[in-house]
């Protein structure tokens, strides 16, 4: 079945430090791939998308993925953390259709 | 840009009781969602429309929940009669174009069904 994986439920990385959040799916060709954020009680945001070529996307706010066809995962990351990166995180992906297939979410926890 | 506009926000209500949220998406963006998000989990897709016509709704329980998107604008999504379980965040998006295009979300509307 087509899926979409976040494996950690919950991080927690110091201010400043290098952060990566991971995302798997699964389906029988590339999928497009998104990552998305969302702050409390605010609507998700979209931070960066993958459809093809280069496999390393920029996207919003210091955030880049790596999207790795022999490992299926689309991972983010970012160098060094801010406070106001606490949120929730969303990976997504088209699986050959019109709909967005959402992970279950990372929540992010900065501490100072 | 003015993003997706929903309303309300917040809305409290009994069991067996209905409710109806709004949304106004991104002008000129034809294609328009509703998810539903449950505490901890990612957003669900309800239904989906292209203009005012219905792409996919496999995952609306028709039941109780059913949308409608006049003159391909304006969207409303009712709920008749709630269950507790209904209790969730319902999140409206639209689209320009095709997907290579994300999706822009609205803030939400929070339902508590007690």
Redesign the interface.
């Known amino acids: 079945a087509q899926s979409v994986t976040q494996p950690d439920i919950h991080i927690t990385v110091s201010e400043g430090a290098s952060l990566e959040l991971r995302c798997n799916y699964s389906y029988g060709a590339t999928p497009y791939l998104f990552w998305y954020v969302q702050s409390p009680g605010q609507g998700l945001q979209l931070l960066l998308k993958y459809f093809s070529g280069d496999t390393l996307v920029q996207g919003i706010k210091g955030f880049e993925a790596e999207f790795k066809r022999s490992q299926s995962s689309f991972n983010l990351r970012k160098p060094s953390v801010h406070w106001s990166d606490a949120a929730e995180y969303f990976c997504a992906a088209y699986f050959g259709n019109e709909k967005l297939t959402f992970g279950t979410g990372t929540r992010l926890t900065i501490i100072p | 840009e003015a993003g ?1 506009a929903q309303s309300p926000r917040y809305k409290i209500i009994e069991k067996r009781q209905s409710v109806a949220f709004w949304c106004n998406p991104i002008s000129g963006h034809a ?1 328009l ?1 509703w998810y539903q998000q449950i505490l ?6 309800l239904i ?1 429309f292209q203009n005012n016509g219905v ?2 709704d496999s995952q609306l329980p028709k039941d109780r929940f059913s949308a409608e998107r006049l003159k391909g604008v304006d969207s409303t999504l009712k709920i008749q009669p709630a269950k507790l379980e209904d209790s969730a965040v319902y ?1 409206c ?1 639209s689209r320009l174009g095709d ?2 295009h ?7 509307t929070r339902l508590t069904v007690v």
């Open positions: 997706v294609t969602y901890g989990q990612g957003p669900k897709l989906q792409v996919d999140l998006a997907r290579l994300g999706y822009t979300f609205g803030s939400g």
